[in-house]
């Protein structure tokens, strides 16, 4: 058990203003080397300090005419279908979309991962967890399970959840959909007012960042995940991923911050890093601990301190900020990467998270004096 209990931060905090640890494919614990990604259950990944969960969820067959509301990991070749089946947990015969995979592995049941997730909240009543769903089937299936077994602890309140404080968010499941999920369970209103909140990713390769909504009902971030799945670019070794990785977190991190000082609220989107290097080819876990050891934390820290600091500069350039007196430290808090995905999460990963948050105002502005000392 780690000590990443994000009310000592403080309840007045926003969730824009702490980093948290962010679970890539949070319900896979089973399968093979190259597709299970976590090795700890809901609850005791919250416990390590996980406080958002990245989840994919689809029926799977169990046999006897009955299907589960699974999460999956896979790549593609996903056949799905129509049929009536009784539904698990819910004692009834529906009709769902289920999927058999050819490729990839099936995880935790959705049941027992909202169970968990009520648990933890009820036991911890400082704290907060936010459950994404995306790239699902079954969706108004998901909505009404995660409002039957959250119960009094799904967030209902309707509005931006970027800036909510923890005061706010304490003792709650914040559920997000994909605005296309969202709109497939064919009841908005009726799902929106029981917490089916959405999620809504900024990132626009093509054309910049999208505009930050301050309207828009749930969560609103910028981030991609992803390398390159070609072993000759990576010249087959660890170290080829994680320059891969960096490289492309970077790249994706630079039209979030150029847009910090113009962009109407940019500071309001949630940043989103991911410190993972999921494949096809190699076992998922080795790579994760060697990404966690040593010199590859010094540049994932590296890499958040640099996409803060830039952020900063061109914050206070528009802005015109002045960034050595210890009053500005607040303002300087601009676009900064508040979620960092990570595979396999553990007490020791969270913790590195965690203490990014011990980045006061005034060791901001220690940060942008050292950098443009260098």
Not at 28 to 52: C, D, L, P, W
Not at 101 to 108: D, E, I, P, Q
Not at 126 to 140: G, H, T
Request: aromatic share 10%; glycine share 12%; net charge positive.
């Amino acid at each position: 058990m780690s000590n990443c209990f994000y009310g000592q931060l403080g309840m007045d905090k926003r969730l824009r203003d702490i980093v948290i640890a962010g679970s890539h494919d949070a319900g896979i614990t089973e399968g093979g080397g190259n597709a299970k990604t976590q090795s700890q259950n809901i609850y005791h990944q919250a416990m390590s300090g996980v406080r958002f969960f990245d989840l994919r969820i689809h029926a799977r067959a169990i046999g006897g005419g009955r299907a589960r509301l699974s999460a999956y990991h896979a790549g593609g070749g996903i056949i799905k279908g129509k049929k009536t089946v009784e539904l698990e947990g819910s004692g009834e015969t529906v009709k769902v979309t289920r999927s058999k995979l050819t490729v990839g592995t099936w995880g935790m049941g959705l049941k027992g991962m909202l169970e968990q997730a009520k648990q933890f909240v009820t036991n911890y009543k400082s704290e907060f967890l936010i459950f994404k769903f995306d790239k699902c089937s079954n969706w108004s299936l998901i909505a009404d399970y995660c409002i039957d077994y959250l119960g009094d602890t799904i967030f209902v309140d309707q509005g931006d959840i970027n800036r909510r404080t923890l005061q706010d968010l304490k003792g709650k499941v914040i559920v997000l959909f994909s605005e296309k999920g969202f709109a497939e369970t064919g009841h908005l209103t009726y799902y929106a007012a029981r917490g089916i909140k959405k999620w809504r990713n900024v990132y626009d390769k093509e054309n910049g960042p999208k505009a930050y909504d301050s309207r828009f009902d749930g969560l609103q971030y910028s981030g991609k995940g992803g390398t390159t799945l070609n072993p000759i670019k990576m010249k087959w070794t660890m170290k080829g991923k994680i320059k891969d990785n960096e490289k492309t977190q970077l790249k994706r991190m630079k039209p979030m911050i150029e847009a910090n000082g113009v962009m109407s609220h940019s500071s309001d989107v949630l940043g989103m890093m991911y410190w993972t290097s999921t494949g096809y080819f190699e076992n998922i876990q080795k790579r994760n601990t060697k990404m966690w050891e040593g010199a590859n934390v010094d540049r994932m820290k590296g890499l958040w301190e640099g996409g803060l600091y830039d952020s900063i500069r061109e914050r206070s350039e528009h802005n015109r900020i002045k960034r050595t007196n210890y009053a500005s430290g607040p303002q300087l808090k601009a676009f900064i990467p508040n979620i960092i995905m990570m595979d396999f999460a553990n007490d020791t990963q969270c913790t590195i998270v965690y203490d990014l948050n011990t980045i006061a105002s005034t060791a901001l502005v220690d940060m942008l004096a050292g950098h443009e000392d260098d």
